[in-house]
């Protein structure tokens, strides 16, 4: 199978969250297995140019969206390519600024799904299956099945992950212009949401295999609760999703050979992840007359899913109960400002890092002893993920992803991997807390926590079959239709 994986963020070229994860690494897999050959195509960001060396293709595109036209440029660095076009995609963030989304995002991704079909034309790269990853690339299975259904691409089936049903590319009608599709998609069977244009609904009405990250959401995106409105149309589709759970790039992340954290350890050495605690004390100014009290963390995008409301509602119970809090993360200004008001009282106790810091994640997920994701919603989440495999216990609401990955800790006979709690509010993530402060308490139970968690396996390499599969499936009911 050729696969060309379309995206808007994958590492190690850019990156906002766990979508690059996940897109950066599944390239990594399948070209070092058999059975797939990928190939990912992603915007030319600032800075991609100064860090990697790329080669230039010699193709230039124009792509019309609606009345202009944009001269895009394509790059190569091994399997990945990169579209540029400078008014678009050289700034400084990915998608907008603390306070709004750019507002040209619908030109900006409209463009770039164009592009990278356009692209495959000009590179001879034809795909027996694209991988579309969210709204920004969900316009691609739509073009697939319009305005791109020539001879090139008559065989290619397409795939659209959702990896977050919370962000849809909706905006205004008078947008629906930039797509270039015909007025017949300006409908309840095709882009229209409530008057507006949906790039994510495009996709999910006519991408041939849609996916999700983890098994209870593929579930939840069906209910009203969790559909963001769009929960219609997927239990339309509903015989078309299928669920692959999200692994972790498991050479990145691994204790035993970090490069990033002050001491290594694994399974049959914890003394490494002790000194590791002691350096993030240093490295966030923590009051090392605290050292006994457990160290809680928190990395992620600060956005109204992660529950950064009531961390912050939590917070005075989570200090009197003796424990400390260090948080990294960047995102809405509210939760941002927050945060840094909270840290400024309470120095020593709380530490918080507001910006993205791959070097410091790290030393974090490391050095902490409890991790939070208090989550609304979790497709699948990575950040539970990572601090298993760093021994650091989440304490996480029972949601999407949260509540496949993470098993609920049993007094009883000490099983488990972590702390969850079902509703989404203060006092129940408190009451799970608590509970993890006290085992926290008692060495011995607590080392027997870390070692369950230590022994988790979160690789890919089951994840990624199932994608072949399912790209195999995309491709032959193509092929009948
Ligand atoms: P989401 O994709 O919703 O942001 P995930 O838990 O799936 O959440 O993935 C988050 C990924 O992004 C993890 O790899 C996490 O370590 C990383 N990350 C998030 N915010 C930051 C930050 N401020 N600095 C460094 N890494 C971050
Ligand atoms: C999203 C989700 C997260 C998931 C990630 C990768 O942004 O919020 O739960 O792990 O994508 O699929």
């Not at 691609?140 to 089936?157: E, G, L, W």
């Not at 949906?198 to 209910?223: C, M, P, Q, R």
């Not at 559909?227 to 509903?238: A, I």
């Not at 007094?411 to 993530?429: I, K, P, Q, R, V």
Request: aromatic residues 12%.
């Amino acid at each position: 199978m050729r696969v060309l994986i379309a995206a808007s963020e994958a590492v190690p070229f850019a990156k906002t969250g766990g979508l690059a994860d996940v897109t950066g690494t599944l390239l990594k897999v399948f070209n070092g297995t058999a059975g797939v050959d990928a190939a990912l195509m992603l915007p030319l960001y600032k800075g991609i140019k100064e860090r990697f060396k790329l080669a230039e293709t010699g193709i230039r595109l124009v792509i019309p969206v609606g009345n202009a036209r944009h001269e895009g440029r394509v790059w190569k660095h091994d399997s990945a390519y990169f579209i540029e076009c400078a008014e678009f995609f050289d700034r400084p963030e990915l998608y907008g600024t603390k306070d709004s989304d750019y507002p040209d995002n619908p030109e900006r991704f409209a463009f770039f799904c164009k592009a990278a079909l356009e692209a495959c034309m000009a590179l001879d790269l034809k795909p027996d299956v694209v991988h579309c990853n969210d709204w920004q690339t969900a316009l691609m299975p739509a073009y697939i099945k319009s305005v791109y259904s020539n001879d090139f691409f008559r065989k290619t089936a397409s795939v659209l992950t959702i990896h977050n049903l919370g962000y849809q590319g909706i905006f205004d009608p008078t947008s629906f212009s930039l797509t270039g599709l015909g007025s017949e998609w300006f409908s309840a069977e095709g882009a229209e949401f409530y008057g507006k244009v949906n790039f994510l609904k495009a996709g999910l009405v006519s991408a041939d295999i849609i996916t999700t990250v983890s098994h209870t959401y593929s579930g939840e995106i069906l209910t009203p609760e969790y559909g963001f409105g769009l929960d219609g149309v997927l239990r339309k589709r509903s015989s078309d999703i299928f669920s692959v759970l999200n692994g972790i790039d498991i050479k990145e992340w691994d204790p035993e050979t970090d490069k990033y954290i002050p001491a290594n350890y694994s399974r049959s050495g914890l003394n490494g992840k002790a000194l590791c605690r002691e350096a993030l004390f240093k490295d966030c100014g923590l009051s090392v007359g605290e050292s006994d009290n457990p160290v809680i963390s928190f990395v992620g995008r600060l956005s109204e899913q992660k529950g950064i409301d009531i961390i912050l509602e939590t917070l005075d119970d989570i200090l009197s109960a003796g424990a400390l809090l260090v948080v990294l993360g960047k995102g809405d200004e509210r939760y941002q400002s927050g945060l840094a008001r909270v840290a400024e009282r309470h120095k020593g106790r709380v530490f918080v890092r507001i910006g993205y810091d791959d070097a410091l994640s790290h030393r974090i997920y490391a050095g902490s002893d409890i991790f939070l994701m208090p989550s609304r919603y979790e497709p699948c989440g990575l950040g539970q993920l990572i601090a298993m495999r760093y021994g650091t216990i989440p304490v996480a609401r029972k949601t999407g992803g949260l509540a496949d990955t993470i098993s609920d800790y049993q007094s009883s006979d000490g099983s488990g991997t972590g702390f969850l709690f079902e509703d989404y509010n203060a006092s129940s993530l408190m009451s799970r807390l608590r509970h993890a402060i006290s085992v926290y308490a008692d060495k011995e139970r607590w080392k027997g926590l870390v070692m369950n968690a230590l022994g988790c396996d979160f690789s890919w390499e089951r994840s990624a079959a199932r994608y072949a599969e399912l790209y195999k499936a995309a491709f032959d009911k193509k092929e009948i239709n």
